[in-house]
Every structure is written in C-alpha cells, then in structure tokens.
C-alpha cells in the first residue's frame, strides 16, 4: 500500500488522514504533545492575576503549553494550538461554511459542507440557556438592523452548560475539535507520532522523498509516496520555504478587537463564547468575554463577572509573511479605519445599554485565523494542488484560502481537505 505522511493533525491535518487511511497507509507527524485542557479553576485564574506575574502574553505557554503565542513587531498577539487537533482544540466551536472566496474560484464544496455536517454535531441548542444581557445584545443588534444570526456550534447541545471555557478546554465533552477525525483516523490503523517537528522535506527530480523532522535533540526521517502539509497558516509556509519552495507573502490573520464596558454580573465570562454573530461587511461582530484581554491587558481592571464585551473580527488585508521564525504582519491603513469604523458600531450597540463612550474600554489586537500564504486559484479548481509544488506534496489547510474569510474558518479548511482526499484518491 503506498505511503502518506500527514503533517500536522488540526483542522486540515485530522480531516484528510481520516479520509485516507485506508486506501492509503497514513502516518500523521505532530509537531505538539497530545492535547491537555487547561485545568485552573476561573476563581484561582482572577487570583493569579492579581498577583501582577500575567505581565507578558507568552507566559501563557508555560501555564497552558498548547496555546503558543508569538508577538509581531507592533504588537499585535498571535495564537495558534500546537498539540493533537491543532487550533481547533482553542476554537470556540463555531461552525460556519465559508466559501465564498472559493466559489469565485471556481471550487464549491457544497458537498463536503454537506458530509461534515452529518459527520459532527452541529447545533444552536446553546440558544436556549442564554444569560438575560445575551437575549438584549441580541434584541439590540436586531433592532438596530445588523441582522444576529444564533452561531452553529460544533458541540453536543445537551450536554454543554454554557461555561464559557471553550478556549481553555471543554469539562463536559460538548465542544467537538479535530481529534475526533484524528481518533477515527487511528482506529482504521494511521500512526501518529507526537513531539515531531518538522522541519524540510527532501525534494528529488521534481518529487518530495522524505519528510524531516527533530524530536528534542533527535532527528528522523521519514520517507513517502505523498506528503500533505497541514501545519497552519504559519506552519506550512515555514517547511515548505526550508524546502526551497517560496510562498506568497499574502498572510491573513483576522484580528479580533474587543470593544468592553463595566456591566455588574452580566457574567459573560460563563457564557458560551459567541453566541450569536452579525455578519458585516468586512468584519463581524460577536459578544466575547475575551480572556487575553482580561488577563494581560491592564486596561481590564474590574472583575471577570462584571465585564461585558463584543467582539469585532476582521477580514484583514492579505499583507505579510512568515520568515522562518519571525512573522511579518502589519495592519494596513484600511485594515485600521474598518476597526474603527466597527469599534463605532459597538459603541453605538453598548449606548443602547446605557453605557457611555468613555466609559467603553478596548481589548488587545489578538489573531488566530492565520492562512493565504499559498492560495488556491481558478486554474487549481480541480487539481487542489498550486503549481509550485511537486505532484506528489499537497497542502491542506488555511494556507490555500485566497483571502482571509473574516470569518470562522474551520469548516471550509475540513470541507477543503475533504476535497484534496477526493482527488488524491483519483490520482
Ligand atoms: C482562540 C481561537 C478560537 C477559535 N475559534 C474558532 C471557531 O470557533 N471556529 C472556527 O472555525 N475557527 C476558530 N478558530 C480558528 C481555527 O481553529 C483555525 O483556523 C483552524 O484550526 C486552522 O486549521 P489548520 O488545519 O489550518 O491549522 P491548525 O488547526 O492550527 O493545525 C496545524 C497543526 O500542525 C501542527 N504543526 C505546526 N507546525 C508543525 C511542524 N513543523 N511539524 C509538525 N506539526 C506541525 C500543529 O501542532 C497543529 O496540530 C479559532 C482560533 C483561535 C486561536
Ligand atoms: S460552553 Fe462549556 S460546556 Fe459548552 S462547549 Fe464550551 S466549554 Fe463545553
């Protein structure tokens, strides 16, 4: 049986070695360690906090090492997972098919939407336990026309109980990640191998051989009749420019602004993480309790229980580069006036709760939706495959989205990689 090695096991990574172990021998390499949830309890968090240590984002990683965060050169934080199911064990589970930029291109995966969603549980169930100051935001945002739709949420509705803690790990098993796809792939016979960096892949007269990587101090190799890369957005452009093959420097991040106000136990901090989400143009909008803010911004004075805050998520210029370890990313002018040009719509939306402009107080410029860095075409509507790469190495992951989506992107990264399988299999 011929051999695949898949790297990465996120939302790209888990959704293809699913779909090919089997007609294939899969072996997925996992940079991270399995995943662990983040075990702190929200009252010893607000403690810790107190405590003035939090002063820095990437302290983070030594109280929760599967969320790494890296800075760029004007602040702005970047977050990705790195362990089994990738960014999507940090996801807030929304479930939104996206493909509009995919379309224009010629690829519509209205079928794969449609296997996803009999293959994980997706629901508004949520809606139902909703806190009092949500149903307003929710009233307001309809009455004002931004049109708030209950977000799909990739999780068990009965059994989730609006916690809130979706980032830092679900306690009762209600938020699905790709480790699921990761289990079922495992279960048909793939082999993961964790704490596998990485690194090159050796390309020979116009074939990938071999895939290098570094656990700790010790290199392997391992060698393929087809590699796929689903590393991430920032992962991907990295191996494949060790591997002499250059990427666009088109980097989305879609950042997240959050804009907040004093409201006295609205509790949103145990609340489902967006509950609902008006689509505008060039960004949405969402209530968000944002933890980054809330622990490193100091700005965030009062208590997590007394703070309410809605969310701005941007679909950003595809400007910037990943450049070994350093990530070159900086907003745009225009990327700017849309943030302030929503940052005045949520001023406007918590006016309606009575709350005033100055007494209003923003969030951290944070990012997790990295991708673009190698994005798919009109001509690679039916190969999936950039012409840069040779014809046994794929990519499946957020790196071949045309533009950032502004949006949640998982989704369209599993219905993309569903799609890849489909013609990897035809080959
Ligand atoms: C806080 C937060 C909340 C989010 N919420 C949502 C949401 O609600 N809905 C949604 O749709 N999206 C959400 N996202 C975004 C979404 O999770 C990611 O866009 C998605 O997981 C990206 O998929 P991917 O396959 O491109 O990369 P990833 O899921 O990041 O997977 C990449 C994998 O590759 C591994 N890797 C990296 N480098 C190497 C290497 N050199 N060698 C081997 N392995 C490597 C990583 O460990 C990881 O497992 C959220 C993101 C964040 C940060
Ligand atoms: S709100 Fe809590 S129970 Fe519901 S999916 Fe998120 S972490 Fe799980």
């Not at 940079?31 to 984002?57: C, W």
């Not at 673009?372 to 950039?386: K, T």
Request: include cysteine; aromatic fraction near 6%; charge should be positive.
């Amino acid at each position: 049986m011929k051999k695949v090695v898949v790297v990465g096991s996120g939302a790209g990574g888990a959704t293809i070695a699913r779909e090919l172990q089997g007609a294939f021998e899969v072996t997925i390499l996992e940079a991270g360690q399995e995943y662990s949830p983040f075990k702190m309890s929200a009252k010893l968090q607000e403690k810790f906090k107190r405590t003035g240590m939090l002063f820095d984002e990437r302290l983070i990683q030594f109280l929760f090492p599967v969320m790494k965060i890296q800075k760029t050169a004007d602040r702005m934080i970047l977050v990705r997972g790195i362990g089994t199911g990738g960014t999507t064990t940090l996801a807030t589970a929304n479930a939104l098919p996206m493909d509009q930029n995919l379309k224009e291109a010629g690829i519509d995966l209205d079928p794969e939407f449609k296997e996803l969603t009999k293959e994980i549980p997706i629901s508004t169930e949520h809606q139902k336990r909703w806190r009092e100051d949500t149903r307003l935001l929710f009233t307001i945002f309809q009455e004002m026309g931004l049109n708030p739709k209950p977000t799909p949420k990739m999780s068990d509705g009965e059994l989730c109980t609006n916690c809130g803690r979706c980032i830092l790990g679900c306690p009762t098993g209600a938020k699905w990640d790709s480790r699921k796809f990761l289990r079922d792939a495992q279960a048909k016979g793939a082999r993961l191998v964790t704490g596998c960096r990485v690194e090159e892949i050796t390309i020979r007269n116009g074939k990938a051989e071999s895939v290098h990587c570094r656990s700790g101090w010790k290199k392997a190799s391992y060698s393929a009749d087809l590699v796929v890369l689903a590393a991430g957005g920032f992962g991907t452009p990295r191996i494949l420019q060790s591997s002499g093959i250059s990427c666009e420097s088109r980097l989305f991040v879609d950042p997240v602004l959050c804009v907040a106000c004093i409201r006295p136990n609205s509790f949103q901090n145990r609340e489902i993480p967006m509950p609902f989400i008006s689509q505008q143009k060039g960004y949405i909008l969402s209530p968000y309790f944002d933890p980054l803010s809330f622990y490193f911004n100091k700005e965030w004075k009062p208590p997590a229980k007394n703070i309410l805050s809605l969310m701005i998520k941007l679909a950003d210029t595809n400007m910037g580069k990943v450049e070994g370890n350093k990530i070159d990313k900086t907003l745009t002018a225009q990327d700017h006036k849309k943030l302030e040009e929503a940052v005045a719509v949520c001023i406007k939306i918590l006016g309606r709760l009575g709350v005033k402009q100055e007494e209003t107080f923003l969030g951290t410029i944070n990012a997790g939706h990295p991708g673009g860095m190698l994005p798919l075409s009109a001509a690679e509507a039916q190969s999936m495959h950039p012409p840069s790469l040779p014809d046994n190495l794929y990519v499946a992951d957020a790196s071949l989205l045309p533009r950032s989506l502004g949006n949640p992107p998982s989704l369209t990264i599993m219905a993309m990689a569903k799609r890849i399988a489909k013609v990897i299999q035809s080959l």
